[in-house]
């Protein structure tokens, strides 16, 4: 595509030529092609503008930064206000605006985003629909599965996808929006055929600072900037601000306040659950109330995409856990729950699920928390296990650069007066809460869910919650 056909219409100051054939667009100065265009970007360690000179030497013929670079570069400059979004809305032009042609469902929120995305997308796919999903769990285009190695992929990358689900013929997508993508302008020059807003709970507050700061960030997606319609969790009390305070065609669900889906007469049991929402009863087989809140953001998306009454309430009953969410498993009469709980509310959701399918019997908690990110959530995990478990067991979960018996120690000093153990090595906490657990005990195993690895000390060391607990199976 030509430069000039790319920078069309847009708010820049340019020198240089530019009749240039931009081949590729990139950010990693490593990654330059012939005939590339390269954005410097500012980070809070690094500013790309350092690595200019490399992008050239690897064949760079472009560059966009905030700040007029030295003309002894040779190459066109074009200097912006914000070259994170300006890359955004360059991904959108060069890849054709596949976003144009898709149906595209954002969920974000702490919590939840990644089971609400699967729910969504495994109905539509039970209807006849064809969806992929873009997410924690990578992105996900007809079964086949492409690790993007963050939540919300970068606007290149997000872009070519976008653009390799068109070549597909696939109509739909569910995709999470995490608050950095938002903040970082990931997701500039697209929109959204609808959003969704679970909750907001103590996380990245490492990045964000404030619980404020977080939430306004989130905000920004509830604009008509990005979107004309949203669904938002009311019993949450971000999401009932946020519902109050957006210019948008909306819909609230709860089970706590009134709202436009409300779930009524719930009923649990080791195999699911079923509720009364609006005028139809719905069975599902996840358990936990936080999948009640979950399945009513589905039915509420559905239901405004255009599906029936009998279609949503059939595709919902065929609904299966997403994996790494809730996972349930009998091992040796024991039932051991796997879940991807990595903040303070996430913990406190499953454990009070699991206390609800052990009755009289025990739970124990095994959990540790990440390396390198917001220090402060850990001592309130430790408070809120040993009040909510009979046992807590705290382990290590991707350590990254800290020491694992720094991080433990963090979260020894939320133990309010429960029972506790420390033990860092995950498979060996992992088999002292199954040598401990009587029949009927659950066994709470939070943190990774499906994660397939251990990140320490920079290198991703392959590794598995539930192959760990498949080795105690008798």
Do not use: W
């Amino acid at each position: 595509m030509k430069l000039y056909s790319l920078i069309k219409n847009l708010n820049c100051r340019v020198l240089g030529n530019t009749v240039l054939e931009i081949s590729g667009l990139y950010h990693q100065d490593t990654e330059v092609k012939e005939g590339g265009l390269f954005f410097c970007l500012r980070g809070t360690k690094v500013d790309g503008t350092n690595f200019v000179k490399s992008a050239i030497a690897n064949g760079a013929v472009a560059v966009v930064s905030e700040t007029e670079l030295s003309l002894s570069l040779g190459v066109t400059q074009i200097i912006v206000k914000n070259a994170r979004e300006f890359m955004s809305i360059l991904s959108c032009r060069f890849f054709g605006n596949p976003a144009d042609k898709l149906k595209i469902i954002g969920v974000t929120g702490t919590n939840g985003k990644t089971t609400i995305t699967n729910l969504i997308a495994n109905s539509l796919e039970f209807l006849g629909q064809r969806c992929a999903i873009i997410g924690t769990s990578g992105v996900i285009i007809n079964g086949k599965i492409y690790d993007s190695g963050m939540t919300t992929p970068d606007p290149i990358e997000l872009q070519k996808y976008f653009s390799k689900i068109v070549k597909s013929k696939i109509e739909y997508v569910c995709m999470e929006v995490s608050a950095h993508a938002i903040d970082l302008s990931k997701i500039a020059g697209f929109r959204f055929s609808q959003v969704i807003f679970t909750n907001l709970t103590e996380d990245h507050l490492d990045y964000f600072k404030t619980m404020e700061k977080y939430y306004l960030a989130k905000a920004k997606l509830f604009t008509k900037k990005y979107t004309d319609f949203a669904i938002i969790n009311t019993d949450d009390e971000y999401g009932k601000r946020l519902y109050n305070s957006i210019n948008l065609t909306k819909l609230s669900y709860a089970i706590n306040n009134s709202s436009d889906l409300t779930a009524k007469n719930i009923n649990s049991s080791n195999n699911g659950q079923n509720f009364v929402a609006g005028e139809n009863e719905y069975n599902i087989s996840l358990l936990g109330r936080f999948n009640i809140y979950n399945s009513l953001a589905a039915i509420l998306s559905l239901k405004s995409l255009g599906f029936s009454d009998e279609e949503v309430t059939r595709a919902i009953k065929n609904l299966q856990p997403v994996s790494g969410r809730f996972n349930t498993y009998i091992i040796n009469d024991v039932i051991v729950v796997i879940d991807y709980a990595h903040t303070p509310d996430g913990l406190k959701n499953v454990l009070l699920s699991c206390r609800e399918l052990a009755g009289s019997k025990k739970v124990i908690s095994v959990f540790g928390c990440g390396g390198n990110r917001e220090t402060q959530k850990r001592q309130i995990m430790g408070e809120i296990s040993s009040k909510n478990a009979d046992l807590t067991i705290i382990t290590s979960d991707n350590p990254r650069y800290e020491s694992r018996e720094k991080i433990a120690k963090d979260i020894e000093k939320g133990i309010d007066g429960g029972s506790y153990q420390i033990v860092l090595e995950r498979s060996e906490a992992i088999k002292s809460a199954l040598m401990f657990a009587r029949s009927g005990d659950v066994v709470l195993i939070a943190g990774k869910g499906s994660e397939p690895y251990i990140d320490e000390n920079g290198i991703k060391i392959p590794y598995s919650d539930k192959a760990e607990i498949e080795k105690y199976r008798r």
